[in-house]
């Protein structure tokens, strides 16, 4: 590619953790041995969710391990213009329609019944916005630099929510927002969000945006066969060199990109220019789960 920029983008929601590290780190080499930009975003759209101090701590973590970012760092809570926007120009080619539906009316259906979509079943009431997944882009074929070509109709999955009834922001119409205005051409992140890519395509055929290549890294899964994340309290990343050198080795090891055992000792800067030169997608087993053994510490 003529110019590659790929981001990372925690949710502030808590410090990070080895699964955490091991998306950071492949995004970070991934740009890096290409030559391009890697980008940060701190994704707080979410406020109950991002306690004081959550995203001073992951900006601090991210520096122990040498994973400088290019640029200013991008923060949703101040985007609420761009979403609007975008939410607008939805709402005027009618993909986007507004719903008073609550999760316990529809939980008896696999997927939100579409009870809205032609007007509010119940005017008065609080309302969300959603996509239309049954109009627009259908279905929708990507291909998945790890996972390979990827066939999905959207409308299986149901109309995803664009805005909350309590007037926050959803994930997925922020981050197609971001993506574009970041000007990112390549996203890396975890299999586990491979499945919102259908939605995230047919939000950026929608709003005429550009559309990024996707990379979907196989997810660290704990000793319980739990995903590792804060709600299953993974224990955050060290912030001491002694601890740092060979976390960053095993996180090498867990993305298959066979570290000389060596490295493990090495100074954080020499672990990273030799990952980076190094770096190969190829080497990486593509199966969506991965034993956090490796992980241990």
């Known amino acids: ?42 994704e707080d759209i979410d406020p109950p ?43 005027e080619r009618g993909l986007a329609y507004p719903c008073s539906c609550s999760r316990k009316q529809w939980r008896d259906h696999p997927i939100y019944p579409g009870w809205c979509r032609e007007g509010l079943r119940e005017p008065g009431q609080p309302m969300a916005w959603r996509l239309r997944s049954d109009l627009g882009l259908r279905p929708v074929a990507w291909h998945d630099r790890l996972f390979g070509e990827q066939h999905v109709d959207p409308a299986t999955l149901g109309d995803v929510i664009l805005r909350r009834r309590d007037d926050l922001w959803a994930y997925q119409l922020a981050v197609v927002v971001d993506d574009a205005d970041q000007g990112i051409t390549d996203v890396v992140r975890g299999f586990d969000l491979l499945d919102n890519t259908p939605w995230q395509r047919q939000l950026q055929h929608g709003l005429d945006l550009p559309e990024p290549r996707y990379l979907h890294l196989p997810l660290v899964m704990g000793g319980d ?6 709600q299953n309290l993974a224990p955050p990343l060290p912030l001491d060199d002694d601890a740092v050198r060979p976390l960053l ?4 090891v867990a993305l298959d990109q066979r570290p000389p055992a060596e490295l493990a000792t090495a100074p954080v800067a020499e672990q990273l220019a030799r990952a980076i030169t190094a770096w190969d997608v190829g080497r990486i087993h593509p199966h969506p789960e991965r034993s956090a053994t490796v992980a241990s510490h």
Do not use: N
């Open 225 to 230: 066969g739990q995903k590792l994340s804060k």
């Open 1 to 42: 590619m003529s110019h590659y920029r790929g981001r990372f983008a925690p949710t502030p929601s808590g410090p990070l953790h080895f699964g955490s590290l091991v998306a950071a780190l492949a995004s970070f080499l991934d740009a890096r041995r290409a030559g391009g930009e890697w980008r940060l975003r701190i």
């Open 49 to 91: 969710r991002c306690p004081p101090g959550a995203a001073e701590a992951i900006l601090r973590q991210l520096e122990a391990f040498g994973l400088e970012w290019d640029g200013p760092i991008h923060w949703q809570h101040e985007r609420d213009a761009a979403y609007q926007a975008a939410l607008d120009t939805l709402v």
């Open 249 to 252: 080795h095993r996180a090498l």
